[in-house]
């Protein structure tokens, strides 16, 4: 069978599919009514090959469109109102990044002080949120990474996830390592990321660090930790 789009069920916050192909409003298909704005991304084409029917799929779904970012450019999908998070939740996308010689930041999610994305300088998938830490009163950066070589021009399946208070990254389905604090011994209390990440607006393609270069095709935002 092929790559099938993801469907919604009760735990999907917004689901984008990509569809579209043209114009400047990306569709929410969760039935909550988050459609994105779309700032200066440029639609293409996507034809996929098509693979085993899987969670994650191995694939995007065939024959479908995605948006194409240099770095500048964004979907603006704003506040969750009535549907923010305060427990287990996933980001998830499929991404494929352009080779750059820049080393900064690629992010695909930011909402408040947290963010997903790809860092060139050490060719690692990084998911992070930087909350008060209660043992010190202090604000630090939460940080749980997965090593890659670096797929350019590949699609890849990325996704944050917090699951009991606590975040993972998920690459192609491989978990990277748990999450540590930075700068700060491994056995003192986590800082809550809830409030820290469903803050502020959600973005997708950028972030304060730096923007994605690459495609970004089929994301979902669910309630629920997904892996």
Same mark, same amino acid.
């Given at each position: 069978s092929?790559? %099938?789009?993801?469907r919604?069920?009760?735990t999907?916050?917004?689901?984008?599919?990509? /569809?579209e192909g043209s114009?400047d409003?990306l569709r929410?298909?969760s @039935?909550?009514g988050?459609?994105?704005?779309?700032?200066g991304?440029k639609w293409?084409?996507?034809d @996929?090959?098509g693979s085993e029917?899987?969670?994650?799929?191995? %694939?995007p779904p065939?024959n479908?469109?995605a948006?194409s970012l240099?770095?500048?450019q964004?979907?603006k999908?704003g506040?969750y109102?009535?549907?923010? $998070?305060t427990?287990?939740f996933?980001?998830?996308?499929w /991404?494929?990044?352009?080779?750059?010689?820049?080393?900064?930041?690629? *992010?695909?999610?930011r909402?408040g002080r947290g963010?997903?994305y790809f860092?060139p300088r050490?060719?690692?998938?990084?998911?992070?949120?930087q909350?008060k830490?209660p043992?010190n009163n202090?604000?630090?950066?939460?940080v749980?990474s997965?090593k890659?070589?670096?797929?350019? !021009?590949e699609?890849?399946?990325?996704?944050?996830?917090?699951?009991?208070?606590?975040?993972?990254?998920?690459v192609n !389905?491989?978990?990277? !390592?748990p999450?540590?604090?930075l *700068?700060q011994?491994?056995? %003192?209390?986590?800082p809550?990321a809830s %409030?820290a990440?469903y803050?502020?607006? $959600?973005? $997708?393609?950028? !972030?304060i660090?730096g @923007?994605?270069?690459g495609? $970004?095709?089929?994301?979902?935002?669910?309630?629920?930790?997904r892996y």
């Amino acid at each position: 069978s092929t790559g %099938e789009p993801w469907r919604r069920d009760e735990t999907t916050l917004a689901l984008y599919h990509f /569809a579209e192909g043209s114009g400047d409003v990306l569709r929410d298909s969760s @039935g909550n009514g988050h459609h994105g704005k779309i700032v200066g991304a440029k639609w293409v084409r996507v034809d @996929g090959s098509g693979s085993e029917s899987r969670e994650p799929p191995a %694939e995007p779904p065939e024959n479908n469109s995605a948006l194409s970012l240099d770095g500048s450019q964004s979907i603006k999908v704003g506040k969750y109102g009535r549907d923010r $998070i305060t427990g287990d939740f996933t980001w998830e996308a499929w /991404a494929k990044l352009r080779r750059s010689e820049s080393k900064v930041d690629q *992010n695909i999610f930011r909402s408040g002080r947290g963010m997903l994305y790809f860092s060139p300088r050490e060719s690692k998938w990084q998911f992070t949120a930087q909350a008060k830490n209660p043992a010190n009163n202090r604000f630090e950066v939460s940080v749980s990474s997965l090593k890659t070589a670096g797929e350019f !021009g590949e699609w890849t399946h990325i996704s944050g996830v917090r699951r009991d208070g606590k975040l993972r990254v998920f690459v192609n !389905g491989e978990p990277g !390592g748990p999450l540590f604090l930075l *700068n700060q011994a491994r056995n %003192e209390r986590l800082p809550d990321a809830s %409030e820290a990440i469903y803050a502020d607006d $959600i973005t $997708i393609g950028s !972030g304060i660090s730096g @923007g994605f270069q690459g495609e $970004i095709d089929e994301v979902r935002i669910s309630n629920v930790a997904r892996y």
